[in-house]
Antibody
Framework: QVHLVESGGGLVKPGGSLRLSCAAS????????MSWIRQAPGKGLEWLSF?????????HYADSVRGRFAISRDDAKNSLYLQMNTLRAEDTAVYYC?????????WGQGTLVTVSS | DIQMTQSPSSLSASVGDRVTITCQASQDISNFLNWYQQKPGKAPKLLIYDASNLETGVPSRFSGSGSGTEFTFTITSLQPEDIATYYCQQYDDLPRTFGGGTKMEIE
């Protein structure tokens, strides 16, 4: 069955960096777009970015993270990544990886990122 | 960005009730709309895609309808396990955007 597991979250100071990973299993990872979506404490869902599979170059970002965050993937390792730089307090959230571009049919359990001094 | 407005933001109903949530898009999104269920402390789960298509394994008491700018999500007979927050999401344009959520509670 499809399984997505995020890791890499934690406490980081404002201006710092963090790299999130998402390990995928149970499906042909390279065939699928993958996305990152976050949820601030007590708030709703915010889509951040998606990346095409199979070695393509299609990537899109939300304005809130463009230029600070970078999505990437390693299809040989069935892994998705989110490099987060210049972190701000408002980036504090649970970060989910999800399968898909238009609708998100499988989600990981999420990893908490806290940006605080 | 396309704004998605859900109403109500919270809803209290009894077991067995028929409940309906609405989602309004700020522009025509055809049927490019999905619905998710999120239980406390859990990741969201896709229930409905393309406005009215039930995801595999989702109980038939859940349904969706609408097109253009107005959409509805219905639970025909509310069950205790349906306590959750429900979100709509459009994919007509980038960025993908979600509604603010509707928190469902049992009376």
């Amino acid at each position: 069955q499809v399984h997505l597991v995020e890791s890499g979250g934690g406490l980081v100071k404002p201006g710092g960096s963090l790299r999130l990973s998402c390990a995928a299993s149970g499906f042909s990872f390279s065939d699928y777009y993958m996305s990152w979506i976050r949820q601030a404490p007590g708030k709703g869902l915010e889509w951040l970015s998606f990346i095409v599979g199979s070695g393509g170059s299609t990537i899109h970002y939300a304005d809130s993270v463009r230029g600070r965050f970078a999505i990437s993937r390693d299809d040989a390792k069935n892994s998705l990544y989110l490099q987060m730089n210049t972190l701000r307090a408002e980036d504090t959230a649970v970060y989910y990886c999800a399968r898909g571009r238009d609708y998100f049919d499988f989600w990981g359990q999420g990893t908490l990122v806290t940006v605080s001094s | 960005d396309i704004q998605m407005t859900q109403s109500p933001s919270s809803l209290s109903a009894s077991v067995g009730d028929r409940v309906t949530i609405t989602c309004q898009a700020s522009q025509d999104i055809s049927n490019f709309l999905n619905w998710y269920q999120q239980k406390p402390g859990k990741a969201p789960k896709l229930l409905i895609y393309d406005a009215s298509n039930l995801e595999t394994g989702v109980p038939s008491r859940f349904s969706g309808s609408g097109s253009g700018t107005e959409f509805t999500f219905t639970i025909t007979s509310l069950q205790p396990e349906d306590i959750a927050t429900y979100y709509c999401q459009q994919y007509d344009d980038l960025p993908r955007t979600f509604g603010g959520g509707t928190k469902m509670e049992i009376e």
